[in-house]
């Protein structure tokens, strides 16, 4: 699984224009949000927290920490959640024909029933 995340920070990267290489250890809330939301759509889209924990080089504690900063957010805040709307359908452009190419669109379903 770590192949279909490497893509989605890829792609949250190039989304959000901030450096792909700190995406992954910066602090900074440029940084912060985009991660979340990749390990996000990861757990979304059923790969576990122990694959999404291992490729971000974290704890599980810390994937559990996202998953729930981000539902806040979804709940909180309309632009938190139009604004991962316009990544998921941005990341498809990522992901080549077949299985990858449901990846990301999971959560954009999701989002919009």
């Not at 990341?91 to 080549?96: D, L, M, N, Q, S």
């Not at 990858?100 to 029933?113: H, K, N, S, V």
Request: charged share 25%.
């Amino acid at each position: 699984m770590t192949g279909k995340q490497t893509v989605l920070a890829v792609a949250a990267s190039k989304f959000w224009n901030v450096n792909h290489s700190k995406l992954k250890t910066s602090p900074a809330r440029k940084y912060s949000w985009p991660r979340q939301v990749c390990q996000w759509i990861a757990c979304d889209a059923g790969i576990s927290k122990s694959d999404v924990a291992k490729f971000w080089g974290v704890n599980k504690s810390t994937i559990y920490s996202s998953f729930d900063k981000v539902d806040i957010n979804l709940k909180l805040n309309s632009h938190a959640e139009k604004e991962i709307k316009e990544f998921g359908e941005f990341a498809k452009t990522f992901f080549r024909y077949g299985t990858a190419t449901r990846f990301p669109a999971t959560t954009a379903t999701r989002l919009t029933t």
